[in-house]
């Protein structure tokens, strides 16, 4: 099967992590803490906290800051109380936009996403608005110049659903979000450390950008995710390697 590639998205995206990962990090560690407080300690018995885990491990996070994540998340030593919500919109030439916060004071995030949005060209729309274009999947993605055939052996192996050969010949993997812990570990055990894995909201239909709209839509998603209370944003934004390669040159 063949696709288009997001290989460029998440060249970016790991850019614009590593000039901000002490903030990452700042948020992982709310993750994990969260999601230890909520199902327990134990990463084998709690799906969420070992996603945590894996997000906060390729974030290049220390085993011991994690682990005195999950400790005081379990232990009970966490006395703070977050509200989980989620924000959707639309940005620049119509793109749908899905913005998950972790927030101790609600109105506090409202009027922080609302700016955001109207700053940069995009809206606020109601709950379920473009929710409905998404789908949670898991994505291993490995660079361009992968052997297709060999991962896709080994991940139909480990229990994949599907592998996609992009049109830059970068490749992903997709497993059920539910198992794909353990189709990456199975991964990783078989020799193919990936570029990217993430568990995170796929839209079923794209949405090309010109070079304006995309710098225009790039400026919106890292000033969201700037934001302390925002956790993951996801969009349907198509933006070629080319436009990509414009606008970090």
Not at 145 to 155: L, N, P, R
Not at 172 to 189: G, I, K, N, W
Request: charged content about 30%.
């Amino acid at each position: 099967m063949a696709g288009h590639s997001k290989w460029a998205n998440i060249k970016h995206k790991k850019a614009a992590t590593d000039k901000a990962r002490g903030k990452l990090w700042s948020k992982l560690i709310r993750e994990v803490t969260v999601a230890a407080k909520e199902g327990g300690g134990d990463i084998n018995a709690n799906p969420r906290l070992r996603l945590a885990v894996d997000k906060a491990r390729g974030a290049n996070m220390p085993n011991d800051t994690v682990d005195r994540a999950i400790k005081r998340g379990a232990g009970g030593e966490d006395d703070s109380s977050y509200d989980e919500i989620r924000y959707e919109g639309y940005g620049p030439s119509g793109v749908a936009i899905i913005v998950d916060c972790m927030t101790d004071n609600r109105n506090r995030t409202a009027s922080e996403v609302r700016h955001a949005f109207s700053k940069h060209g995009g809206n606020l729309g109601t709950d379920g608005s473009v929710a409905y274009m998404f789908s949670k999947k898991g994505i291993i993605s490995y660079g361009p110049g992968a052997d297709e055939d060999a991962i896709m052996e080994a991940a139909l192996e480990a229990g994949a659903e599907d592998v996609v050969e992009n049109d830059d010949g970068s490749v992903d993997v997709y497993a059920d979000p539910d198992e794909f812990s353990d189709v990456l570990e199975a991964m990783r055990v078989a020799g193919y450390e990936p570029d990217n894995a993430e568990v995170t909201f796929d839209a079923e239909n794209s949405s090309p950008l010109d070079l304006e709209n995309a710098e225009k839509l790039l400026r919106l998603i890292e000033f969201l995710e700037d934001l302390d209370d925002v956790q993951e944003v996801y969009s349907n934004a198509d933006i070629s390697s080319e436009i990509m390669e414009q606008l970090e040159g």
